[in-house]
């Protein structure tokens, strides 16, 4: 389109020549574009482009903001956005080296009641077969031995496991209102659990230097903790 008052060609859709300003001829029926506000990030000023795209810089926010009608909704002083579960258990209080003692001391005594009830039926599962087969004592005790020795592990890694990874809680941090989670505030799930449960035996094979670290480390982390990626919490009474 052929700007009446310099001469210069401009695109069609242009409301007004690019070279002089002036306001081109327009179809019948043809409504102006309404002038657009950019938001720019914070720490520079408003950009507004009009109606033949130009931008213009400079304009103060709230003059744009009500030529426009795009006033940026705000919340009323005093209203207090709910934080999310998850966000709200990572910034409770961590839970110190005693309290995280005192309840692994429980789990340790629930865990070897039960290593001890599954030992006792191994031991009578393997002699009572051992009195139906003409197999040697030393094997006997070899076999008791080793089936004994596995599902003590069974246990452990079934016990910690399966309540860590249920609801963050063993039955000794249940007792004591602690709670297993992630550095992020969700929750930990059966996978994680189970890493978690293979780390701690890294801080017990370094002469529990592992658990020691949770005295001294800012977020009370042990090394199980550190590779897993989890804190462990006070929960509010």
């Not at 401009?10 to 029926?29: D, N, V, Y």
């Not at 110190?96 to 001391?105: D, T």
Request: glycine residues 12%.
């Amino acid at each position: 389109m052929r700007c009446p008052a310099c001469g210069y060609i401009s695109f069609g859709h242009l409301l007004t020549c690019k070279r002089c300003g002036k306001a081109l001829p327009q179809p019948p029926g043809r409504r102006p574009s309404p002038p657009m506000l950019i938001v720019p990030p914070a720490g520079q000023s408003p950009l507004i482009r009009g109606p033949n795209g130009s931008p213009r810089v400079g304009s103060p926010v709230g003059a744009a903001e009500s030529a426009v009608g795009l006033a940026e909704p705000t919340a009323p002083e005093g209203i207090q956005v709910p934080l999310s579960e998850a966000a709200s258990e990572a910034s409770l209080p961590k839970a110190g080296f005693w309290i995280r003692g005192l309840a692994f001391l429980v789990d340790a005594i629930l865990v070897t009641v039960l290593v001890w009830i599954g030992g006792a039926l191994v031991q009578g599962s393997v002699w009572i077969g051992g009195a139906f087969s003409s197999a040697p004592d030393p094997a006997l005790e070899w076999l008791e031995s080793a089936a004994g020795m596995i599902l003590a592990l069974l246990i452990e890694a079934a016990y910690f496991t399966l309540t860590v990874g249920h609801s963050g809680q063993t039955p000794g941090k249940r007792l004591l209102r602690l709670k297993v989670i992630r550095v992020n505030g969700e929750a930990v799930g059966f996978g994680l659990a189970f890493v978690r449960w293979l780390a701690q035996g890294i801080s017990f094979l370094a002469l529990g230097v592992g658990f020691l670290m949770i005295a001294f480390t800012r977020n009370k982390q042990g090394l199980h903790d550190k590779i897993a990626g989890t804190l462990v919490v006070r929960l509010p009474r």
